[in-house]
């Protein structure tokens, strides 16, 4: 393989991977607020990107996407409000199960406005045919904002942890739930803001990621899949050691594709989640029992 394919594969595995390391962020930041792996994260990506889709022809993309974000995690506060809430005393397990029924209802809703036709929203700058040459290898303009785009996330939900009062409100119910709301803070919201806060961050990745791998209704179960793997990767509630387990996966991905049939790629994600729940199931990284991002 020459230097310039190294690049190439390089920078789509680091594309993609930064995209999974936003939707198992989505799945630490619910996870650390209730414990609750919800696995209709990847469907909040899908249903971002839809929605800014569909608002295209009425808005400008900024305006459309910016909607989109904030619909969304609407739809993630209510799916909290709704069906969460009123089993907050629940099972783990009956909680997870409900929401993998509610990734199933989401998923079918969509197919129900959108059919099965693949659509993305335009690239942010240039078109499909636009490349950035670099060390020999060409780059889309697009994945520049894939990874600005995520790195803005992640910076911002590191100043947001870390100096906000929600933040760390959020940060002291995810230590000691009992102890935060003895201090008087509302454990209960600060649950429905984590679904807020992960549906859209959810959505912004969705729709950033459109134009490069365009969206259809069914992709979230894949999207969770993934990102639940990197999440356990890095350990479940560490989102610093997701980033590095979603950069590790996608540039295994890539590099897979690069020697064996694209069928394979798929089979990656799995293979890696059943060796770390055998042989590492806290994660290839060391991690407290209950955290909160860190930096």
């Not at 990107?49 to 900024?62: V, Y």
């Not at 907050?88 to 998923?107: P, Q």
């Not at 069914?218 to 999207?223: E, I």
């Amino acid at each position: 393989m020459s230097f310039p394919q190294i690049i190439q594969y390089g920078f789509s595995g680091i594309t993609v991977g930064s995209i999974y390391a936003i939707v198992a962020i989505g799945f630490n930041i619910i996870y650390n607020a209730t414990g609750v792996i919800n696995f209709a994260q990847g469907e909040f990506l899908i249903l971002g990107a839809m929605i800014a889709i569909s608002l295209l022809p009425l808005l400008p993309l900024p305006l459309a996407i910016a909607a989109a974000v904030l619909l969304t995690a609407v739809v993630g506060g209510l799916i909290e409000l709704i069906f969460i809430r009123r089993v907050r005393n629940a099972s783990v397990l009956r909680l997870i199960v409900i929401t993998i029924g509610l990734s199933i209802v989401i998923r079918e809703a969509m197919f129900l406005l959108w059919d099965e036709k693949v659509r993305s929203l335009p690239y942010f700058t240039g078109t499909e045919v636009t490349s950035i040459p670099l060390l020999g290898a060409h780059i889309s303009p697009q994945v520049l904002w894939v990874l600005g785009i995520s790195a803005v996330i992640v910076a911002g939900l590191t100043l947001f942890f870390r100096f906000t009062l929600t933040g760390r409100a959020m940060r002291a119910c995810a230590d000691d739930r009992m102890a935060a709301c003895l201090c008087g803070i509302n454990d209960r919201w600060m649950v429905t803001f984590s679904f807020v806060l992960s549906a859209g961050i959810g959505a912004l990745a969705g729709c950033v990621v459109s134009p490069i791998s365009q969206t259809q209704y069914d992709m979230g179960a894949s999207l969770a899949i993934k990102g639940f793997t990197v999440a356990i990767l890095g350990g479940l509630g560490d989102s610093m050691a997701a980033i590095i387990a979603g950069l590790l996966l996608g540039i295994l991905e890539a590099f897979m594709v690069s020697q064996f049939p694209s069928a394979y790629k798929e089979a990656v994600s799995l293979v890696i989640l059943l060796l770390i729940l055998v042989f590492r199931p806290g994660g290839l990284f060391t991690r407290k029992e209950s955290i909160a991002l860190r930096v």
